[in-house]
């Protein structure tokens, strides 16, 4: 029974510890202070150490006793042994004798079931009543000898692994009848109002307008199905459309970003002429999307004058950021425990896999706008090529829209990070 002892003793450490941190982070309150924790000694710096060393003994000791109750359980076959019946037999859960506990195995064995018998027990001299013991003799019957067993699927399934869908949300959208996305720009505003005398002279302003044309532009898709697919499988239809809805948002997704703006390409934020840049130099990566949010709040000629509401960034930058820790190994951007959305200087964090590791994005979403032509639409034929005479679906998905960044200065790409 040693190493029974022992995984018993080891899981009420593990409860005892885990109590005890449980009881810290409950001084600590919603905001972490140290300050209120009275079960540990020190600054806060020594209760931030001894809560990780705390934490470790915890895991330590959870792998400790995760690696007894499995030998236990191996061994158990033939001691007829259960690591988790004994520990709540030990704690007065449940009573030993003929449960199976401490080597007591309880099924029953031949001449047990014998000597329990109605037959035995009812005996008279040599003739009495008689009892049929129901015991297994005949050949085995398995699914090798026998049926195998019928298989039906699950109805859900597990996509395949790729890009989310992750940006594209952010994007304010809109509906246009035309072929391109036309609307104008005050490209000169001189304010030149002033203080004059009785009869003096108006000083002159000076307004200029120019046109801006972000064309519409149009993502497309298909897929060859066979007639006997469409037919024989229930929701075969309706799976595909979604996926083939899911590829042109997912393609959307990039070109928004990314989109070069040579035909049939999207013109994306990032190709846009004005966008302001913030390099990240020698200042922590927090610092620079801090410099980036003020050059798209300046007014005056080549500044935003706009309120950053997001930050867009790849999921390895992000992590970098959300795990920066003191020098004594207190966490900045606070405890792993603590909820709520991901954010930096109060702004919506956005991580996308759309953005290239070592550069993020900051801007305003109200100075841009992303106007479809028409929803996405899915056609069926089999007039494709030589499908009517092989029995073949040609699917085919598309959406038609345009991306309009009203000013790019709005918007701040954060490198180097």
Aim: glycine share 10%; hydrophobic share 40%; with cysteine.
């Amino acid at each position: 029974m040693g190493m029974k002892s022992d995984l018993v003793e080891t899981r009420k450490e593990l409860d005892a510890k885990r109590a005890k941190l449980a009881e810290v982070f409950k001084q600590a309150g919603s905001d972490v202070d140290m300050d209120k924790v009275t079960v540990l000694e020190g600054d806060t710096a020594a209760k931030a150490a001894a809560i990780r060393a705390m934490h470790e003994e915890i895991n330590d000791l959870g792998a400790k006793a995760d690696e007894l109750a499995e030998t236990l359980k191996a061994q158990g076959v033939a001691e007829g042994f259960d690591p988790e019946r004994e520990e709540r037999r030990q704690k007065g859960m449940i009573h030993g004798g003929g449960d199976g506990v401490g080597g007591k195995p309880s099924g029953k064995s031949l001449g047990q079931m014998f000597a329990e018998s109605q037959a035995l027990k009812g005996k008279r001299g040599p003739v009495g009543p008689t009892a049929e013991l129901d015991i297994d003799v005949k050949t085995l019957m398995t699914t090798s000898a026998g049926w195998t067993p019928e298989t039906t699927r699950n109805r859900g399934m597990v996509d395949y692994v790729t890009t989310p869908i992750d940006f594209l949300e952010l994007v304010p959208t809109g509906t246009t009848d035309q072929q391109a996305l036309t609307y104008m720009e005050e490209t000169t505003f001189t304010n030149n109002a002033a203080e004059v005398l009785e009869a003096g002279t108006y000083p002159e302003a000076a307004l200029a307008l120019t046109e801006r044309t972000d064309p519409v532009r149009k993502i497309a898709v298909w897929l060859p199905v066979t007639d006997e697919q469409l037919e024989d499988v229930s929701g075969i239809q309706s799976y595909i459309d979604n996926r083939l809805t899911f590829m042109l948002r997912q393609r959307l997704n990039t070109q928004v970003l990314n989109g070069d703006g040579t035909a049939p390409n999207i013109s994306g934020i990032l190709d846009r002429s004005g966008l302001q840049t913030q390099a990240k130099g020698a200042d922590p990566t927090p610092d620079a999307i801090f410099k980036a949010m003020t050059l798209i709040m300046l007014s005056g000629a080549g500044n935003g004058g706009a309120n950053a509401n997001f930050v867009a960034l790849h999921p390895n930058d992000w992590q970098d950021i959300r795990l920066l820790r003191t020098t004594d190994g207190i966490y900045i951007w606070g405890s792993p425990s603590d909820p709520g959305i991901a954010r930096i200087w109060g702004v919506p964090v956005t991580p996308t896999q759309a953005l290239t590791a070592g550069t993020g994005l900051v801007g305003d979403t109200n100075y841009m706008e992303l106007a479809y032509k028409r929803g996405i639409e899915v056609q069926v034929t089999n007039s494709h090529s030589d499908f009517f005479i092989n029995g073949k679906q040609a699917i085919r998905a598309d959406v038609r829209a345009a991306l309009a960044v009203y000013r790019a200065a709005a918007f701040c790409t954060v490198t180097g990070i």
